[in-house]
């Protein structure tokens, strides 16, 4: 999501300095190239090779250091390039000097330089961030266009319980995102993913399930929420952990995920079904206490098909409804087969090889019954290509 861009992040003097540590590889993670700079100060906290290591490039802290030189003037050469500056911490100090003007040190002589947007995510004593010259501080930077990500009310280093406290890093990178990454072309739009493999119950400690990690549907609602979306996201599986900003619905039987689909239906503008929804059920009986015979016997019946019932549901709404084909053979063939009988607009058709897996090989086919193939890829740009799909629907 921040490919090809460059991102300066800025390091002050707080204690607050190890939760860059996690913003930085998060940026990378995404794609960026990152800098650090770093304050004086900030280099008795934190040490600098710990961001070299995160960012893979040299950490900046002498605009004159030996290892710089053949970058011909950094603050402007790195400044030029970059896309956004982060300044995460931003102390009250920091946020005094960028206010005034002040070029003393390599972070605001590059901020100085830098016509790049700027956010600054503040750590401070909440009586400090109270401070009318921080205040007035504060609302200058923002007339002149800085963005500020938080700071929260929380449990501060000094031990009261109040405002102060840095935002985390994915909220900080989530603004990243917003300011300069994807585009938000599902603001406003609601979109129900549902991920994981449902779990039928034989006793208490048995069930019948499939190898579906909820990778892929968890890197759609994720994407969705980055792209603007507000995003429910239905799992049948707990063992990713939740998407930032996403209103995760836990549930575990085929029967449960119904209903749970069922109250989220009418309010979503698409619902895309990545679950790997179980076929069959056991038929016994619900046991209160572990079958203890040796041989068993289980008669299964079928539960009942969501996708069925919901595009049953659909009518002539506009609401887009994407459902998934895993098969083992006959893949295409298949797949087509089920889009039209559960009036899909897209289906998505992938083999068994993506079960645990990060990353999906897989072919789309819309209603036309037009089939695009897609490489091997990480489910995170798969994720991308199914709501490029699905944003065009929409608009």
Known sequence: ??????????????????????????????????????????????????????SGNPVITD?????????????????????????TPGTANIIGKIAGGIADDPLTTMILASTAKKLIAPAMNCEMWRNPIIVENVEKLKGLKFEFSGPEKGKLACGDEDIGRMSEPEEIVEKVVELIGIRQDLKG????????GTKEAIDPVRYISN???????????????????????ISANGHCPAPHNVK???????????????????????????AAVGDYTPKLKTQNSKLKTKELTIQFGQTEDILKIIGKQK?????????????????????????????????????????????????????????????????????????????????
Not at 36 to 52: G, H, Q, S, Y
Not at 215 to 231: D, L, N, P, T, W
């Open 211 to 233: 190898r579906s990690s909820g990778k892929m549907g968890y890197a759609i609602a994720q994407a969705a929420r980055e792209r603007g979306a507000s995003v429910t996201l």
């Open 189 to 196: 739009k609601r979109i129900l993913v549902t991920a994981g």
């Open 248 to 274: 995760r619905v836990k549930v575990e039987s085929a029967q449960e995920m119904l209903e749970a689909v069922l109250r989220h239906y009418s309010e979503a503008d698409a619902v895309v079904m990545a």
């Open 1 to 54: 999501m921040l490919k090809d861009k460059t991102i300066i992040v800025g390091v002050s003097g707080s204690i607050a300095a190890y939760k860059a540590c996690e913003v930085v590889s998060r940026l990378k993670n995404l794609g960026a190239e990152v800098w650090v700079v770093m304050t004086d100060e900030a280099t008795k906290l934190i040490a600098p090779l710990t961001f070299r290591a995160l």
């Open 315 to 395: 009518g002539r709404s506009q609401k887009v409804l994407i459902g998934f084909a895993l098969e083992t053979e006959n893949m295409i063939a298949n797949a087509k087969k089920k889009l039209v009988e559960k009036k899909l607009d897209l289906i998505v058709a992938n083999d068994d090889s993506t079960f645990n897996s990060d990353s999906i090989k897989f072919s789309t086919i819309d209603r036309k019954g037009e089939v695009k193939d897609y490489p091997q890829q990480a489910k995170a740009q798969a994720a991308q290509v199914i709501l490029d799909n699905i944003a065009c629907m929409l608009r």
């Open 63 to 87: 605009l004159f250091a030996e290892e710089l030189t053949k970058l011909p003037m950094p603050h402007v050469f790195l400044t030029k390039k970059a896309s956004l500056m982060v300044i």
